[in-house]
Every structure is written in C-alpha cells, then in structure tokens.
C-alpha cells in the first residue's frame, strides 16, 4: 500500500503556483519523498525528489515540513499543459530498487 | 536522444492467450522495471531487471515473467491471460540500478477480451 495520502483533485488558475500537499506521517530516517507526474495518456515523468531540505528545480519546489510527516510541491507559474495526475512517493534509496509505490495521486487541473 | 521506447502501441487479446511486450530503455540505461496500470489507479510494480536478472519482484503470479537482453532491452510476457490484465503496461529504465530518477515509456494498452 501506498505511504502517502493525498486530495484527489485540485484546481489551479493558469499562471498562479499550484502547491500540492501530501502527507506521509510514518516516513523512516532513510525514506526519500518523490513526486512524479503523468499527463494523460503518457508515461509518468520525475519532477523532483527530497529527504529532509526543500528542493528545487527547473520544473517545481519541493517543501518538507521539519517533521518530514508532509511535503508541498509548489508548481510557480502553472500553465494548462500542467494538467495531470501528481503522485507522491515515498521510497527509500538503494535497498528499494526501482520499486515506487503509487497512491492514488492528486489530479491537478489548471484553468484558464 | 531517444527516451524509453515500447511495442507495441495498443494490442488486443483473448483470454487464455499470451502475448509479449517489449521495450527499449533509454540511451545508456541498463535497469529496467515494469508497471502495471489499470484504467484509474496508479501504476504497480511488477519486476525490475538489471544485468540479464530479474532483481526485485512485486505481488504479481508467476504467469507474469521478464527477460532483459544484453543490450539492456526487456520483454514482458503474461501467460494465460485473464480479464483483469487488461491495462496499461509501462517500461521504466534507469542509469544504474542506484540511479534516483525514474524514465517511463509511454506504454503498451493491452485489452483482453
């Protein structure tokens, strides 16, 4: 089963951040929060990955509270091509191979 | 550069067939995984191949089964198809096998009919 917990849709107004929350309260030490997406009828796509300090990249911010029980992925400047599905992973590096357990995922949809 | 390639597209079989997908990692990759997707779930791990082995397994029957080539290349083959193997299966490769990040194809549709 998935680790995480996640709202099943969100709307976001085109150009504003989108910031999707996911909670993950029995994360271990070891365990990395990911987040992938997958637009429709596409293969998922990485986003970003994080342990315990925010990250950032060219496609999106990763958040993670002190605590690391939840994490925010904080899309700036949404555009209409961000519409999809948004899943958050929790995975441990190394000893889980290429196992990602997806959840049901966030579907986000961007309007105009 | 090519990304994750597989074949085919879409395919459509009857149940108590088999059938056979396969996929092509993206340049330079030698890991391979295989996901399960049914229409409004999230994708599920069947298997991960790396050197020629299958290395990790998820909860799929012995009726699902891999081979990865030397070429790192990888098929799927599902045996005695049921209904519920109707899906979207999608090929994943990865740098090494300790790589972080995750590249999927866009994946077979397979329906069983």
């Known amino acids: 089963d998935a680790k995480t917990t996640q709202p099943p849709s969100m709307d976001c107004a085109e150009g504003r951040a989108a910031n999707l929350p996911c909670n993950h309260s029995?994360?271990?030490?070891?365990?990395?929060v990911y987040w992938y997406r997958q637009i429709h009828s596409q293969g998922p796509q990485y986003i970003i990955h994080?342990?315990?300090n925010n990250e950032t990249n060219e496609m999106a911010s990763l958040i993670i509270t002190e605590d690391r029980k939840s994490s925010t992925l904080i899309l700036p400047h949404a555009t209409l091509r961000d519409t999809a599905v948004y899943y958050c992973?929790?995975?441990?590096?190394?000893?889980?191979?290429?196992?990602?357990?997806f959840g049901q995922g966030t579907e986000l949809s961007v309007k105009p | 550069d090519a990304g994750v390639t597989q074949s085919p597209t879409h395919l459509i079989k009857t149940r108590g067939q088999q059938v056979t997908l396969r996929c092509s990692p993206k340049s330079g990759h030698d890991t391979v995984s295989w996901y399960q997707q049914a229409l409004g779930q999230g994708p599920q791990f069947i298997f991960q191949y790396y050197e020629e082995e299958e290395r990790q397994r998820g909860n799929f029957p012995d009726r699902f089964s891999g081979h990865q080539f030397p070429n790192y290349s990888s098929e799927l083959n599902v045996n005695a198809l049921l209904l519920g193997d109707s899906a979207l299966y999608l090929c994943?490769?990865?740098?090494?096998?300790?790589?972080?990040?995750?590249?999927f194809g866009p994946g077979t549709r397979l329906t069983v009919l």
């Open positions: 029995t994360i271990s030490g070891n365990e990395y």
């Open positions: 994080g342990l315990k």
């Open positions: 992973i929790v995975r441990a590096n190394y000893n889980q191979g290429g196992k990602l357990i």
């Open positions: 994943a490769s990865r740098l090494t096998i300790l790589a972080d990040e995750q590249f």
